[in-house]
């Protein structure tokens, strides 16, 4: 274990020495492509802001007004008879806008019904086993500037779906 912390310590300044040894073996200016790529980046950053506080804005007035609330516990008498607990409503819906929020609302699980409970479990498990489906595909839409999602959105949530039943079952299964 010590091995892989001391070399993990010098990775980034020995991916840095290559970069810049790449550059002056080739003759090419680091300097110059370095800025080049700062500005691209701003780039992307300006054209995918927009997007981003809209997720975080929307996510936001869903748990402020009380709706996710009222919407969650509505399902969560059908999940609950399927072993999906209620309180694990929200955290599913709201990881689709956005990780960090749904992070928080796994630390409220926690505070509630603790790290061990099949709720704990199955929040732990879905957080890992699901993606960040909206907000990675404006991110990556937008800045890729595709105009044509075709079967990404359904396929998304297939995979949620299917990472979801799995973090269900794991959790019934430790239990």
Known sequence: ???????????????????????VFNRENAYESFIEGTKQGIKTVIS???TL?????????????????????????????????????????VKMFSSSAATGLLLDIYKECGTDSLSGLIASLSMSCTETIFYTMSV?????????????????????????VASVIIAHMML
């Open 1 to 23: 274990m010590s091995f892989i912390l001391y070399v993990s310590e010098y990775m980034i300044p020995l991916v840095v020495f290559y970069i810049v040894a790449h550059a």
């Open 48 to 50: 995918i802001m927009p």
């Open 53 to 93: 506080i809209s997720l975080m804005v929307g996510v936001g007035i869903l748990r402020a007004s009380g709706f996710l609330l009222a919407f969650s516990e509505l399902i969560g008498k059908f999940t609950t008879k399927i072993g999906l607990p209620s309180e694990i409503v929200p955290l599913l819906i």
């Open 140 to 164: 990556l839409f937008i800045a890729a500037k595709v105009k044509k999602t075709r079967w990404t959105l359904p396929g998304a949530l297939i995979a949620t779906l299917a990472g979801t």
